[in-house]
């Protein structure tokens, strides 16, 4: 008998949620893919019907559901995007649990760790969390050139922003700062973080050190309000530091690029050619890719419910000024 994974059979995925972010990225990354006969968008679910509507004459979506539980009762689907606001992710998840179908959803995986680590012991399909840094092609080279650090001892992220104001910025957004930390450098096991508040505006910001489980340690820095907007990592060795300028949506460093020095010199430096658009660069395309992948052999995810949950526990943490773990 032929597995889908064998077969050319496009992934049949219903959408959920066609909010701002779906309609930027997710619907033109999933129509590139059925272009490809990777995926059919086989129908689209939206608490406003009108724009379902709209939605779905734009990208032929066949079918636009009137009703959550219409969509639950389509025998003709094979796994669901849900693109929907953290705060009603858990409950929509919870619904779709009784299809035993794999998951794809947008990042924070729930508006609290308790949510997060909810999430990762219910959810037993494959699933991939849309923590996009962890795709990027550029922040993957990254990540293989820090693998290859012997003594990598030190690491540091600089997630800024220019007036982003609004609630939950670190578990919301500066979230995906901690998450790539985590890719690059293993799970975080403590945290101590310094917050200060601009009298200005009356804006929090935050400094947090961190140990690594590998005993390495790190500096993360979250500013929402400042005169850049950039995210930066740095990995440091005894004879090798490389940095990533990160041409994320809504920072300045573009095209985005690596360098690496050694013994007090610049060694080379790499940029991202951005081939492909931004749909590539961002990782959008790739993350679906390994979702797509997942859903057809039933195997494991870069980006899922299990290791999201620990970097949810790390940034209610930084955001409440709360210690964690150990720090030795």
């Known amino acids: ?7 050319r059979n496009p992934l049949r995925i219903a959408v959920i ?5 779906a309609r930027q ?8 893919l059925a272009k490809e006969s990777a995926v059919e968008i086989a129908g ?6 009108e724009t379902a509507d709209r939605v779905a004459r734009q990208y032929s979506i ?4 009137r009703a959550f539980e219409d969509l639950l009762a389509d025998e003709h689907l094979d796994c669901f995007a849900v693109l ?8 929509v998840i919870g619904k779709l649990l009784v299809r035993g179908l794999p998951i794809f959803t947008e990042k924070p995986p729930g508006s609290t760790y308790q949510e997060a680590l909810m999430l990762a012991d219910r959810v037993k399909v494959p699933n991939v969390v849309a923590f996009n840094r962890r795709y990027m092609p550029i922040n993957r080279r990254f990540k293989q050139l820090a693998d290859g650090i012997a003594g990598a001892y030190f690491a540091e992220c600089r997630f800024y922003r220019n007036e982003r104001l609004y609630d939950r910025f670190v578990r919301e957004t500066g979230v995906h700062g901690i998450n790539y930390m985590e890719y690059v450098c293993g799970p975080i096991r403590a945290v101590r973080t310094e917050t200060g508040r601009i009298a200005a505006n009356g804006s929090d910001y935050w400094i947090s050190s961190v140990i690594f489980e590998s005993g390495s340690r790190g500096i993360l820095k979250f500013f929402p309000c400042c005169g850049s907007s950039v995210e930066r ?7 090798t530091s490389i940095y990533l300028h990160c041409p994320q949506s809504y ?12 013994k007090g010199g610049l060694l080379s430096a790499h940029h991202d050619d951005e081939e492909g658009g931004p749909l590539v660069s961002m990782g959008i395309i790739d993350e679906y890719r390994d979702f797509i992948r997942a859903a057809g052999d039933r195997s494991s995810t870069e980006s899922n419910f299990h290791n999201a949950a620990n970097t949810m526990r790390v940034a209610e943490a930084i955001e409440a000024g709360a210690s964690l773990g150990t720090w030795q």
């Open 251 to 262: 920072t300045s460093d573009h095209p985005g690029r690596i360098e690496i020095h050694e």
């Open 84 to 91: 929907v606001n953290s705060n009603v992710l858990m409950e």
């Open 17 to 21: 949620g066609a909010g701002e972010w």
């Open 25 to 32: 990225y997710h619907l033109p990354a999933l129509a590139v």
């Open 233 to 239: 990592y740095e990995v440091h060795g005894q004879k």
């Open 62 to 65: 066949r079918r636009v559901y």
């Open 44 to 49: 689209i679910w939206n608490r406003t019907v």
């Open 1 to 7: 008998m032929t597995s889908r994974a064998e077969s």
